[in-house]
């Protein structure tokens, strides 16, 4: 089999790009691990600007919801900043994008065992010759095991879905718990991601499990079946001859935040634009950005007297209240 493009992993960042080959002379091949949709892990949590990828029909909420940031008993509310969006609702829509498109192949339950050059072999035993190779296979991708590209820098997290349901989001910083990371209760209409997660090496997952479930357990809150996975952090390129990475392969999401979903879509969108020699820069201002969380922002964090004064401060309000100058960066 030959193909222009291969993309292997349909989660954001890989539907993302394949979007944008529909009707285009490439032929495209999508590969997912999977035998069918699922809820990939994740609290799904965006913010306004998200709305650019995700229509606002399929968010939770008709309406953003207010967040609450707390440190020991210091709070702060910000209004209307958060939605939230189902992680199997968005993969339907994105596989709805591509599906029966006559350039555009997408393939369920099966995944490459073996690269070569220009040709990867699948589990299902199929050789698919390529003249792009894209992996968008998430945190743990055999594209950037490929290359031989290591994770130094990476969020470790665990979530529960529990069914108690909340109306607004919460963040809870704690530095003896979670170091420079964080607490998050995220709502979503029928359930609600309760999960926390720090910089890997901070914190082990043993540890933020302990100190997860002790909130679980103060708030009467009944959870089961533990989600943790890793965030990759480490960016080093998008481009590495014929072969990309996007979204989490590429360790674009912030270590600061732990925010991807905006950069796979941003990710998977330059990308496609790359190989269809279209001009575009949509991921500059997003590196600008996870610099800043990751260096400027955790330097605060991390430090209990800097955490301190940055909450009484509200430095973190004014921060999330001037989003329109990160598009000034
Ligand atoms: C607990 C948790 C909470 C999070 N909360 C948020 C949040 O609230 N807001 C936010 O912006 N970000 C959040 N993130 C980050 C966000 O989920 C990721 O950055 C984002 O999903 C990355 O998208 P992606 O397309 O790169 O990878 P994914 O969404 O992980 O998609 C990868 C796809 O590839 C498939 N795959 C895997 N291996 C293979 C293989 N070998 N072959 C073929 N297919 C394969 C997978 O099944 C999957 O469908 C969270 C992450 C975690 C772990």
């Given at each position: 089999m030959n193909y222009d493009v291969v993309i292997s992993g349909a989660g954001i960042a890989g539907l993302e790009c394949a979007k944008h080959f529909v009707g285009t002379k490439l032929k495209v091949l999508v590969i997912e691990k999977n035998k069918k949709i699922v809820r990939n892990v994740c609290a799904g949590g965006i913010?306004?600007?998200?709305?650019?990828?995700?229509?606002?029909?399929?968010?939770?909420?008709?309406?953003?919801?207010?967040?609450?940031?707390?440190?020991?008993?210091?709070?702060?509310?910000?209004?209307?900043?958060?939605?939230t969006v189902d992680r199997k609702v968005?993969?339907?829509?994105?596989?709805?994008?591509?599906?029966?498109?006559?350039?555009?192949?997408?393939?369920?339950?099966?995944?490459?065992?073996?690269?070569?050059?220009?040709?990867?072999?699948?589990?299902?035993?199929?050789?698919?010759k390529y003249k792009y190779l894209v992996g968008a296979e998430g945190a743990i991708s055999p594209t950037r095991k490929y290359l031989l590209l290591p994770i130094k820098s990476a969020m470790?997290?665990?979530?529960?879905?529990?069914?108690?349901?909340?109306?607004?989001?919460?963040?809870i910083a704690d530095h003896n718990k979670f170091a420079q990371g964080y607490l998050w209760v995220f709502p979503h209409k029928n359930y609600t991601s309760i999960g926390c997660g720090c910089k890997l090496g901070m914190k082990s997952g043993a540890e933020l499990k302990v100190h997860l479930e002790k909130f679980l357990d103060e708030n009467n809150i009944k959870y089961s079946n533990p989600e943790?996975?890793?965030?990759?952090?480490?960016?080093?390129?998008?481009?590495f001859g014929n072969i990309f990475l996007v979204g989490d392969a590429a360790g674009i999401t912030s270590g600061g935040s732990g925010r991807g979903i905006l950069s796979a879509f941003l990710s998977g969108k330059h990308v496609a634009y790359e190989i269809l020699g279209k001009r575009g820069n949509f991921i500059w201002h997003w590196i600008a950005r996870k610099w800043f969380e990751?260096?400027?922002?955790?330097r605060f964090t991390s430090n209990t007297s800097w955490n301190k004064a940055f909450f009484i401060s509200k430095f973190f309000e004014r921060i999330l209240r001037i989003k329109f100058l990160w598009r000034l960066i």
């Open positions: 913010l306004e600007e998200d709305y650019e990828f995700i229509p606002k029909e399929i968010c939770e909420f008709e309406e953003l919801k207010d967040v609450s940031f707390k440190h020991f008993n210091r709070q702060i509310k910000i209004p209307k900043l958060l939605n968005l993969t339907e829509y994105q596989v709805s994008l591509v599906k029966n498109k006559k350039n555009i192949d997408i393939v369920f339950g099966d995944y490459i065992t073996e690269f070569k050059e220009n040709e990867v072999i699948l589990k299902s035993g199929k050789k698919v470790v997290t665990i979530q529960y879905i529990v069914k108690k349901k909340f109306d607004s989001f919460s963040f943790g996975r890793i965030i990759n952090a480490d960016y080093r390129g998008y481009k990751e260096k400027i922002i955790l």
